[in-house]
């Protein structure tokens, strides 16, 4: 499954997560990401409304992006968390580091300003 | 008490199905005896375990094959996992909770999360020569990972 991603300004990019983020799939997740870090995006929005899995190596890959951006000061905000996603995140209690949304226009509002 | 079974010969399928398994849960979850929350961990453990068996486990000549059994009851849910691998130790690869782990660790957090979210976590050899995983939630559990960050 490839990942879609979307340009929400000259400095931040949205990806649509889709169903799920698993072992099978961190890869492509990675290479999508890549590929927008390498053209100087720093502003990340996980878009998770249809995200039905979050596995600990799809979390992992998120951790590899958050590495990778925030040397620069960097940003990857959550947004529209489904429940599933909202359990790997209060279990991890990574909402201290990647900030939450309740849709992604909200983090892209944050984002602009 | 209510039971759900379910036997599995391709571990991809079986990954897939288990983020739907609520869709089928025993009648004892369904009526809301166990909140969301705890059925959301039984499949994360679920799909968790299953993933290491897919990436990890040997399975020699045999196709793989699992079962899952879910059991309901008023205050947690019970699993069970039984696979045709060759198993190994759970124990020596389980983290101990006061091990200090690598920050914002890309691997490695399975076993982690499998261990935070269970009680009563084991991986045995069963007398039919297969390996048998089991687990329980309860409902009253509040796990969180404080190590990771």
């Known amino acids: ?113 | 008490m209510d039971t759900f079974t379910k036997t599995y010969t391709d571990l991809d399928r079986a990954i897939d199905e288990v983020r739907s398994l609520s869709d089928n849960w025993p009648a004892a979850c369904r009526n809301g005896e166990i909140d969301d929350e705890t059925l959301h961990c039984t499949c994360l453990v679920l799909h968790e375990w299953i993933a290491n068996l897919h990436q990890h486990a040997q399975f020699q000549s045999v196709s793989p094959a699992i079962q899952i059994h879910v059991t309901c009851q008023e205050a947690h849910v019970a699993c069970s996992v039984l696979d045709n691998s060759d198993g190994f130790d759970l124990e020596s690869y389980l983290p101990d909770e006061d091990d200090d782990p690598e920050a914002f660790p890309e691997r490695g957090m399975g076993l982690r999360i499998i261990r935070t979210c269970t009680d009563e976590l084991s991986y045995t050899s069963t007398d039919e020569g297969l390996h048998c995983f089991e687990f329980i939630i309860p409902s009253d559990h509040d796990p969180w990972l404080n190590t990771l960050f």
Do not use: W
Not at chain 1, 30 to 52: C, N
Not at chain 1, 80 to 98: A, G, I
């Open chain 1, 1 to 113: 499954m490839s990942f879609s991603a979307e340009t929400a300004s000259s400095e931040t990019v949205i990806i649509h997560v889709g169903e799920a983020l698993d072992f099978r799939n961190a890869d492509e997740f990675k290479s999508t990401f890549q590929e927008h870090v390498d053209e100087g995006i720093r502003k990340f929005i996980l878009d998770f409304s249809d995200t039905e899995v979050l596995d600990s190596t799809g979390l992992g890959s998120i951790f590899s992006l958050y590495r990778a951006v925030s040397p620069d000061d960097g940003k990857v905000a959550f947004a529209d968390v489904s429940e599933p996603v909202q359990v790997v995140v209060q279990l991890t209690r990574t909402y201290k580091v990647f900030r939450q949304f309740p849709s992604v226009e909200a983090a892209r509002e944050a984002f602009a300003e």
